[in-house]
């Protein structure tokens, strides 16, 4: 205990010896298990070393047992591996992804409602099972009528994915002027994160957002339209193929969705005719 830095006395207290003891066994001989303590020491660090800094304390005890014909427990050898400050490689090390500084910072802060379109598009991705396999689809959603402007469906959840769904998006207006400084917002998916995401955000006007990390209710307009896509359409049969749930997808987007389904919150309209009302009236 005195040498891993504890005091003295205090060490003295605990196991019930005297101090002058303590100093009287200082100046004794080192005891047979101190030469074997040492002894194991430098023939732990040996092998050790030769293992390549691979080896933890299971496998020095094989070595040693097995291959030097040593007698000497596990929980010996565990202990001087501790001691002497020695472990074995442990796995993969884990890399972090390096978050973008232009991209970390929520722009939206839950304030979804907007005057007028383009100011503010949320997007995220969804999946859905079929008998072939999951299908993944990116929406993004303009929030000020609710309309579809840009979508991608794929078999995997890649950064093409959203990379396509916002470039839909950017490149059809769909009838509506496209100005610079729309913040397209999401969360911290690797996705949204990627080079490819934030490089056709960036060099198309957008002003990238992202909420905090597992917060629902930071993108939660996309959150409450896929709850809604979930009941109306994803849930209510099983499907077979990919190119059937894709299609169905697309029919519900573009048409139910866009042209068709009225919104409570758009005074009972369809996205569409939203706009067009808003533009007539104020024309």
Same mark, same amino acid.
């Given at each position: 205990?005195?040498?891993?830095?504890?005091?003295?006395?205090?060490?003295?207290?605990?196991?019930?010896?005297?101090?002058?003891?303590?100093?009287?066994?200082?100046?004794?001989?080192?005891?047979?298990?101190?030469?074997?303590?040492?002894?194991l020491?430098d023939l732990?660090?040996?092998?050790?070393?030769?293992?390549?800094?691979?080896?933890?304390?299971?496998?020095?005890?094989?070595?040693?047992?097995?291959?030097?014909?040593?007698?000497?427990g596990?929980?010996q050898?565990?202990?001087?591996?501790?001691?002497?400050?020695?472990?074995?490689?442990?796995?993969r090390?884990?890399?972090?992804?390096?978050?973008?500084?232009?991209?970390?910072?929520?722009?939206v !802060?839950?304030?979804? @409602?907007?005057?007028?379109?383009?100011?503010? #598009?949320?997007?995220?991705?969804?999946? %859905? +099972?079929?008998?072939e396999g999951?299908?993944?689809?990116?929406?993004?959603?303009?929030?000020?009528?609710?309309?579809?402007v840009?979508?991608?469906?794929?078999a995997?959840?890649?950064?093409?994915?959203v990379?396509?769904?916002?470039?839909?998006?950017?490149?059809?207006?769909?009838?509506?002027?496209t100005a610079?400084?729309?913040?397209i917002?999401?969360?911290?998916?690797?996705?949204?994160?990627?080079?490819a995401?934030?490089?056709r955000?960036?060099?198309?006007?957008?002003?990238?957002?992202?909420g905090s990390?597992?917060?629902?209710?930071?993108?939660s307009?996309?959150?409450?339209?896929?709850?809604?896509?979930?009941?109306?359409?994803l849930?209510?049969?099983?499907?077979?193929?990919?190119? !059937?749930?894709?299609? @169905?997808?697309?029919?519900?987007?573009?048409? #139910?969705?866009n042209r068709?389904r009225? %919104? +409570?919150?758009?005074g009972?309209?369809?996205?569409?005719?939203?706009?067009?009302?808003?533009?007539?009236?104020?024309?």
């Amino acid at each position: 205990m005195a040498a891993e830095k504890f005091p003295v006395q205090v060490a003295c207290r605990v196991v019930g010896v005297s101090e002058s003891g303590y100093y009287e066994r200082l100046k004794r001989p080192p005891s047979e298990r101190a030469v074997r303590h040492a002894w194991l020491t430098d023939l732990i660090t040996q092998v050790h070393a030769e293992s390549r800094g691979t080896y933890g304390s299971r496998r020095v005890h094989a070595e040693l047992t097995l291959g030097r014909g040593v007698a000497v427990g596990h929980n010996q050898v565990e202990l001087v591996m501790h001691r002497a400050g020695l472990q074995g490689a442990t796995g993969r090390p884990k890399w972090k992804r390096i978050k973008p500084d232009n991209i970390a910072t929520d722009l939206v !802060e839950r304030d979804f @409602a907007r005057g007028g379109p383009n100011q503010l #598009w949320v997007t995220d991705i969804t999946e %859905h +099972s079929t008998r072939e396999g999951k299908v993944y689809c990116c929406v993004v959603l303009d929030t000020y009528s609710r309309r579809v402007v840009g979508w991608s469906i794929d078999a995997s959840p890649t950064a093409a994915l959203v990379t396509n769904a916002l470039g839909m998006a950017i490149d059809t207006p769909l009838g509506r002027t496209t100005a610079g400084g729309t913040v397209i917002h999401s969360d911290q998916g690797v996705q949204f994160a990627s080079w490819a995401f934030t490089d056709r955000a960036k060099a198309s006007g957008l002003v990238p957002s992202m909420g905090s990390v597992g917060d629902c209710y930071d993108n939660s307009m996309i959150e409450s339209f896929w709850s809604r896509m979930q009941v109306e359409l994803l849930d209510r049969k099983k499907w077979k193929t990919r190119v !059937e749930l894709a299609n @169905a997808i697309f029919d519900y987007l573009e048409i #139910w969705h866009n042209r068709k389904r009225r %919104h +409570s919150q758009l005074g009972w309209l369809s996205p569409i005719e939203y706009e067009r009302n808003r533009i007539i009236t104020v024309a």
